[in-house]
């Protein structure tokens, strides 16, 4: 069975950067989109972007534009989400999530396994 492990969050100050990862040791890793959700205190989990099996296609929800990157390293089995000019809304618990479809999308019920979360806290 697939297993996810993230790594990399933490408490960082408003304004400040993390860089997330997600590894998956022993699969076949380039076979399975990734996908990153997060879960705020006293939210619904959300989708937050996702990068398909080989990197070449991503999808970023708004609220990941123009701070968040995504990317993979499939020699590594692993998926980064670097995360700059972080926000006291970015606070959540991150999961990432595998699909095994060639095009990624950030729909929970398409993701055949879960990571078991990093806690980011943006405070200062």
């Known amino acids: 069975q697939l297993q996810l492990v993230e790594s990399g969050g933490g408490l960082v100050q408003p304004g400040g950067s993390l860089r997330l990862s997600c590894t998956a040791p022993?699969?076949?890793?380039?076979?399975?989109?990734i996908g990153w959700f997060r879960r705020a205190p006293g939210k619904e989990r959300e989708g937050v972007v996702c990068?398909?099996?080989?990197?070449?296609?991503?999808d970023y929800t708004e609220s990941a534009k123009g701070r968040f990157t995504i990317s993979r390293d499939n020699a590594k089995n692993t998926v980064y989400l670097q995360m700059n000019y972080l926000k006291p809304e970015d606070t959540a618990v991150y999961y990432c999530?595998?699909?095994?479809?060639?095009?990624?999308?950030?729909?929970?019920?398409?993701?055949?396994?879960w990571g078991q979360g990093t806690q980011v806290t943006v405070s200062s």
């Open positions: 999530a595998a699909e095994d479809n060639y095009y990624c999308s950030l729909y929970e019920s398409r993701q055949l396994s």
């Open positions: 990068i398909n099996g080989n990197g070449r296609s991503t």
């Open positions: 022993g699969f076949t890793f380039d076979k399975y989109s």
